[in-house]
């Protein structure tokens, strides 16, 4: 398997556009996981999902940030309308299902920049 | 609610030794794991205890006391990749299902 797969790696956009961003999980894995990372807050979980579900978003930081899963092999974030305080790298994971320590795997990650 | 307490920064030798404290509090632990992440990287997996004690995996070892709400992160015959930050996670299960919640962070220099 190619691993979890992020897209894109890198995007810069101006104040007030939308965003999306796109993963796609590591096959036959039924839990996906959004994270953004900065400096100050660190790994914050934004959303996760199962099987497809949300099952917690209390991470999303406004109303401006949603999440989809349509299916199994896909999920996007999107932020409408963007603000440079979005600035951060978006880490979406995935794991199997299994005991509580079954690990979960990152994508590489998209940096945002929002000028 | 979980949070995670681990230090900032730290540096140490090539060769050495180097510990990574974590301390946490959180509601229904189940155990904890460590990951590492190089700059520009996505973080790692790295290791997992659910019970009290030391776990060996090659020159990297994680100890956990339950008691004390307290686990480290060991590296040994440190070399320059290892310069990396390293995370501590505790897996939440909250309403049966899992989520994973990260500290902010250990950032190790490795010098020669």
């Known amino acids: 398997d190619a691993g979890v797969i992020q897209s894109p790696r890198h995007e810069v956009t101006e104040m007030g556009q939308e965003v999306t961003l796109r993963c796609k999980p590591i096959?036959?894995?039924?839990?996906l996981f959004w994270y953004r990372q900065t400096m100050m807050r660190g790994l914050e979980l934004l959303i996760y999902?199962?099987?497809?579900?949300?099952?917690?978003d209390s991470g999303m930081p406004e109303d401006r940030f949603s999440a989809k899963m349509p299916n199994a092999s896909f999920s996007t974030l999107k932020i409408q309308p963007s603000e440079p305080r979005d600035s951060a790298v978006y880490f979406c994971a995935s794991r199997g299902t299994g005991a509580v320590d079954t690990e979960a795997f990152f994508g590489q990650g998209t940096r945002l920049t929002v000028v | 609610g979980q949070s995670l307490e681990q230090p900032s920064e730290v540096t140490a030798v090539e060769g050495a030794i180097v510990q990574i404290n974590c301390t946490y509090q959180t509601s229904g632990f189940y155990g904890l794991s460590w990951y590492q992440q190089h700059d520009g990287g996505a973080p790692t997996f790295l290791s997992y205890n659910a019970l009290d004690g030391l776990e060996e995996t090659g020159r990297f070892s994680s100890f956990l006391s339950r008691s004390d709400s307290y686990g480290y992160l060991l590296l040994q015959e440190l070399q320059m990749k290892d310069s990396a930050s390293y995370f501590c996670a505790v897996p939440y299960s909250g309403a049966g299902s899992y989520q994973l919640t990260f500290g902010k962070g250990t950032k190790l220099s490795v010098i020669p």
């Open positions: 096959s036959g894995h039924d839990y």
């Open positions: 999902f199962n099987n497809n579900v949300p099952i917690d």
